[in-house]
């Protein structure tokens, strides 16, 4: 069992930063690889960053390369999500995710525990 707990997030003109943490619990933590995916109305779930929590492997989706980055304190068992340069289209929830090691870590129905969200809005 992983237990997730976010916070960060709210509003934000475009052009803006925003953080995102992640703190996970439970036993099996340390195996798992943790990823953030994000969810607009009317839109399937988008892959948006992965991390192990070994080795120096990250993984971002193609709409925020370059913009967003993912890392990890695992001391403190924290993963962030440092979003800069912010747009309109990246207003969605966003969710993180925990997933035992494995391929596909860009594929929301691998990933079997689930934080509960949390609202990015960016205004124009």
């Known amino acids: 069992q992983v237990q997730l707990v976010q916070s960060g997030g709210g509003l934000v003109q475009a052009g803006g930063s925003l953080n995102l943490s992640c703190i996970a619990s439970?036993?099996?933590?340390?195996?798992?690889?943790i990823g953030w995916f994000r969810q607009a109305p009317g839109k399937e779930r988008e892959f948006v960053a992965a991390?192990?929590?070994?080795?120096?492997?990250?993984y971002l989706g193609d709409s925020v390369k370059g913009r967003f980055t993912i890392s990890r304190d695992n001391a403190r068992k924290t993963v962030y999500l440092q979003m800069n340069s912010l747009k309109p289209e990246d207003t969605a929830v966003y969710y993180c995710?925990?997933?035992?090691?494995?391929?596909?870590?860009?594929?929301?129905?691998?990933?079997?525990?689930w934080g509960p969200g949390t609202q990015v809005t960016v205004s124009s």
């Open positions: 995710a925990a997933r035992a090691q494995g391929l596909g870590v860009n594929v929301a129905r691998q990933y079997d525990y």
């Open positions: 439970g036993r099996t933590v340390s195996r798992s690889v």
């Open positions: 991390i192990r929590w070994s080795g120096d492997n990250t």
